[in-house]
Nanobody, 126 residues
Framework: QVQLVESGGGLVQTGGSLRLSCVAS????????MGWFRQAPGKEREFVAA????????DHADSVKGRFACFGDSAKNTLYLQMNRLKPEDTAVYYC???????????????????WGQGTQVTVSS
């Protein structure tokens, strides 16, 4: 049974930093993709960042480029999201997700993902 467990969320002031972690169990994702999505109250779930383990590339949403960094260790089935210079608009529940590879059209479409974590709350105060 595949499980994704996020941790690292919390309350931080504007300009602060947090690092989210996602540990996957039940399967090795070294030829697949893993990503981060977020959902704020009253809004749709949106893509934040992802990594393609097959080719070792990453992708980040324009809204977080230069502030967030998605990286991980495929051997440990662990994905991270380093979030710097946080803004109040980054407040959301952040979800880790995994998509089975090695071929996928896009990592930005939440509907393409096969597994999801339970989410971790990130709150940025102004």
């Amino acid at each position: 049974q595949v499980q994704l467990v996020e941790s690292g969320g919390g309350l931080v002031q504007t300009g602060g930093s947090l690092r989210l972690s996602c540990v996957a169990s039940g399967r090795t994702f070294n030829r697949d993709g893993m990503g981060w999505f977020r959902q704020a109250p009253g809004k749709e779930r949106e893509f934040v960042a992802a990594i393609n383990w097959s080719v070792g590339s990453t992708d980040h949403a324009d809204s977080v480029k230069g502030r967030f960094a998605c990286f991980g260790d495929s051997a440990k089935n662990t994905l991270y999201l380093q979030m710097n210079r946080l803004k109040p608009e980054d407040t959301a529940v952040y979800y880790c997700a995994a998509i089975l590879g090695p071929y996928f059209a896009t990592l930005r479409d939440a509907g393409q993902y096969d597994y999801w974590g339970q989410g971790t709350q990130v709150t940025v105060s102004s």
